[in-house]
């Protein structure tokens, strides 16, 4: 049994600002798992084609995609929690009809949808065409992402469907997803999957939808461009991704 197990949030922690890998984050992260370390990466981001090759650079045993709505062990889907089309749906058109000037970015794979362009394009092909909000394919649901000035002084939670959960994000925005789509939840399935006690994990993290992950894992690591309650639940706080926090962390923790 491998027991040790580490955990990564993307954007704002292995990624650099401007959305590209340092070769020290990557080569670090190769070091551990060298030493036996399994990799995991936990990340709001959607499994398009651009973002699968993009994380291909790092060597990961377990992903989870959209905090948690679709995860693999390596490319074996291991748990899908997606919101059902015609529920949602109801609840999409209700919303719209009520605030029509909110921005709607749906994710039901293999199309990405916005009200805004009155676009959907393909995930894989990048295949784009034009539609509205009542034409949308009757696909199950990952992730649906909320835009507004006026998004905090609405009712959302009057509109969640069965199963779902609500979460602002820093940058104001609203995400709903199924409520087992937290990358808590994700944790715990990577502890299962790989039978690792989750006191044996290290997670790292910058953001509000890391808190789950770093207060649930044995050690958790915030980076020093996270947020402050972030860094208040984390047991260590380490460097800026811009300044390679990760490696920093590892060289004098785990390599010494």
Known sequence: MNNR????????????????????????????????????????????????????????????????AQIYAKDHMIENNVLPFEQTFCMLQKLNNDFPDIGIDIHLEPWNFSNVCEEIYHMWTDKRKTCILNDLPK???????????????IPLQNYMVHESNLYYTRYSDAIIVHKN???GCAAKKAAEIFDIPLSQIIAFGDDVTDMDMIKIVGTGVAMGNAIPALKRSAKYVTATNDRNGVATWITKHLLQ
Request: aromatic share 10%; hydrophobic share 40%; net charge positive.
């Open 5 to 68: 197990m580490l955990l990564f949030d993307v954007d704002g922690t292995i990624l650099s600002s401007d959305g590209s890998f340092s070769p020290i984050t990557l080569k670090f992260i190769k070091i551990c798992k060298n030493k036996g370390y399994l990799i995991g990466i936990l990340t709001a981001r959607s499994r398009s084609m651009k973002n699968l090759c993009l994380l291909a650079q790092v060597p990961y045993d377990f992903i989870a995609f959209y905090n948690g």
């Open 139 to 153: 696909y199950d649901i990952q992730r649906i992402r909320l835009e507004s000035e006026k998004l905090i002084t």
């Open 181 to 183: 789509a937290n990358k």
